[in-house]
Each structure stands twice: as C-alpha cells, then as structure tokens.
C-alpha cells in the first residue's frame, strides 16, 4: 500500500495521461465538520467500459506489458473502503473517466495526506502537453490552479524552466498553506 494519498492521486493521474486525457482535474476536499477527505480524479481520456471497471480494481489485472499486476486503483480503494469511506469509477468510452475516494477524515487507519503540493507540482511540470485544474478545498476555502491560464500567460515558455517550476511550487505550497492554515492533513 502507498504511504500517503498524495501518491495515489499521482499514481491515477499518470493513469489519466496514459489514457490520452487532454485535461485532467483534480479536488482535494477537507471539511472538518462532515469529517472527510474528499479526492476526486476527472479526465477526459479514453475511458473504460464497465468491464474494464471492474477490471481495473483488480490488483491482478493491468494494461501496461511491463508487470503482470496493476495495484494503484485497488490499493486506493482499500485505503478509502478501510477507514469507513467510500470509492467509486465511473467511465464512458471515448468521454473519460473519475473517480472518486471519501475518507474519513479522523479514522485511525487513514493514511496522511502527504505533500500534495509536490505530487501536482510533479504532475504539472512533467507533462506540460495535458492540461490541469486543480481545486484545493479546506472547508470554506479554496484555492485553483489552472494550467490553461498559466500557459495563455507564458505563451511558450516551458514549465521545466527553473524559474517558472520554482514558481509553480511556490504557489501551490504558499497558497495550500493560506487555504488550510498550514493544516497537517
């Protein structure tokens, strides 16, 4: 199992890409009072028939040639289904794919979090040809980063440029940070 959500997001957001998503969105959700952690996982890929959903939670069924299990979504769901929540595919062929994973935000077996920031920094700046939104959510605040609004800014200026990687990192961490207080999630 992955030590922290924040891999796992990383982990079906690489699946998206793979699938040929254009834009994949991404909403970490906390809200302390209904006690849950919220991931949701939007692509507008390939897509899958309910076969291959129902496939694709078998850890012993996988679509890449260079191993023989695909564990990502099952050790996903397992890691959602073992603290109380909930974890759903839905999928349409040639519309795309979400998922969605509920914790409960206090159960003792929830893995933390992790550095989210650096998973969509990773996920943005590696593959600067899909497009990404995503949505921080800490009960009433939010915050977006949106990287069609990045790259209608920067023209065609690469997101591996130091100067502008160091700066989408900064953004993310410094404004997870306002969204949440610096919450340990």
Do not use: W
């Not at 260079?66 to 909930?86: D, H, I, N």
């Not at 993310?172 to 340990?184: I, P, Q, Y």
Request: aromatic fraction near 8%; include cysteine.
């Amino acid at each position: 199992m992955m030590p922290e959500i924040a891999l796992n997001i990383l982990d079906v957001a690489e699946n998206s890409i793979r699938a040929d998503a254009a834009l994949i969105e991404i909403t970490v959700s906390v809200q302390k009072e209904e006690d849950t952690l919220t991931v949701i996982i939007r692509d507008n890929g390939c897509g899958m028939d309910e076969n291959q959903i129902t496939r694709v939670q078998d850890p012993f069924f996988t679509t890449r040639t260079t191993r023989k299990v695909g564990l990502g979504v099952p050790f996903f769901k397992q890691a959602a289904e073992c603290t109380g929540g909930s974890f759903s595919i839905t999928s349409e062929k040639g519309k795309g794919t979400e998922v969605k994973a509920v914790f409960v935000l206090s159960h003792i077996d929830r893995m933390p979090l992790g550095d989210i920031s650096e998973t969509i920094h990773t996920l943005v700046v590696f593959n600067q040809h899909t497009d990404f939104v995503y949505t921080y959510i800490y009960n009433d605040s939010r915050f977006v980063l949106d990287t069609r609004e990045l790259k209608e800014i920067l023209g065609n200026v690469s997101f591996q440029e130091a100067e502008i990687s160091g700066f989408i990192r900064d953004y993310l961490r410094e404004n997870k940070d306002s969204t949440d207080g610096g919450a340990d999630i």
